[in-house]
């Protein structure tokens, strides 16, 4: 979900759900920073408080530990399970902000358009990850998780340099979560259907 506003402002919630990432790589354009030297955020009044140092750090630091966490099998389900509840308020409450430009019916729907789109990233992602604990070797966890980490800082920089093509990916990605999440809650009842059979 990418919103923005007449400040070009844009702000990223469901790319795979790295929401501290999101956070940190909205800088203002007067701010110096790792994610300044790649691209440029003009951010709104409403947002203006994304480029504080505080901000940044915690975000920085959050993100670092997920970096981290997320390679970790079982570890990364229980800090997707605590992200449940993070993720995608977040999401809205940063699209909230974002359309403060527009009126308060528009606001609302950014709000809970990105918290859904939030929520089914995260849940997707959350499911398939869960699946792969299943797997004796830690390359499959490795491997996903390096995977969404290239996605979120693309999808990052794409937002800010192509903002229409943007919204084409992630409607795709959508799609594509949907579909992924259906399926994986189908083989999970399968699963669960076959044990207490047995």
Known sequence: MMLQSESH?????????RIFLRVESLRDSGHAGPAAAFWIVHLPASLQVLAHPWVIGIA????????FADKIPYVHTIWDFIHTFIRPPAAALLAYAAAGGAGAEWRWGAALLAGGVALTSHGTKASARAAVNASPEPFSNWTLSLGEDVLAVWLSWLANAHPVATTIVVVALLAVCVFLLYHLFRFAR????????S
């Open 60 to 67: 920085a630091g959050l993100y670092l530990i997920e970096f």
């Open 190 to 197: 399968r699963s669960i259907r076959k044990l207490l059979a």
């Open 9 to 17: 402002s844009d702000v990223k919630p469901c790319a795979r759900g």
